[in-house]
């Protein structure tokens, strides 16, 4: 039982590149988030997945998409990097919107 | 808007001390609450929750909070720190009214524990 795992673990990016990250979870959760966390701000959500089939945008979606590609898969993508996606990026899940959340290890994200 | 406010970024403290971790949210007709904790190069680990019932939530590690409706607040705390203890502590809350499960995160607090 791995729980929650993401990949990469880190990753250099160019502006203007793009990128997925990806993220599972073998929990059999109805619901997945993504975050970022920077310096001083704790986390803040970008999007999350109430249940499969459905996504919805969080604090800062800005320059970012989502696929829920099936119950188990939750992925990120940037479009066209920019210096200010530098950050760290936490997948999360949980049973159902009001349960605990569960984290996978992070994917260190710089953009040069 | 709803919001969480860690009232210390960093707690710096001596091995075997008691510790409180300061934490207060927006107010709301019901709330959930929680801490984490997040050692270096992790990710977050559930520390807590609070969701109904007795206002004093125990936790792994020795770890306990407390809520407290009438103050907002949801303040962490264990009577005798470890150096592995050192870490960052977040505080988060879900805010049941029109709730849709997202998590607000306080900005964290270190806890620097020192020998």
């Known amino acids: 039982n791995a729980g929650v795992t993401q990949t990469p673990k880190f990753q250099v990016l160019k502006t203007g590149q793009s990128m997925t990250l990806q993220c599972a979870q073998d929990m059999n959760h109805n619901s997945m988030y993504w975050y970022r966390q920077d310096p001083g701000m704790g986390l803040r959500l970008i999007y999350y997945s109430a249940s499969e089939g459905t996504t919805d945008k969080g604090e800062v979606p800005n320059g970012y998409n989502v696929s829920r590609l099936n119950k188990r898969e939750f992925s990120l993508r940037l479009e066209s990097a920019a210096p200010s996606q530098t950050s760290v990026y936490f997948c999360?899940?949980?049973?159902?919107?009001?349960?605990?959340?569960?984290f996978g290890p992070g994917t260190r994200l710089l953009v040069l | 808007a709803q919001s969480v406010t860690q009232l210390d970024s960093q707690v710096p403290v001596f091995e075997e001390a008691p510790v409180e971790l300061r934490c207060n949210y927006s107010s709301s007709v019901s709330v959930y609450l929680f801490w984490y904790v997040q050692y270096p190069n992790q990710g977050l680990q559930l520390l807590l929750k609070y969701l109904s019932g007795s206002t004093l939530v125990k936790g792994i590690n020795g770890f306990e909070a407390e809520f407290n409706k009438s103050q907002t607040s949801f303040h962490l705390r264990k009577p005798s720190v470890h150096i592995s203890d050192t870490a960052e502590y977040f505080c988060a809350v879900i805010h049941g009214s029109g709730n849709t499960g997202k998590l607000i995160f306080g900005q964290g607090t270190t806890l620097q524990v020192k020998p």
């Open positions: 999360a899940s949980s049973g159902t919107v009001q349960e605990t959340q569960y």
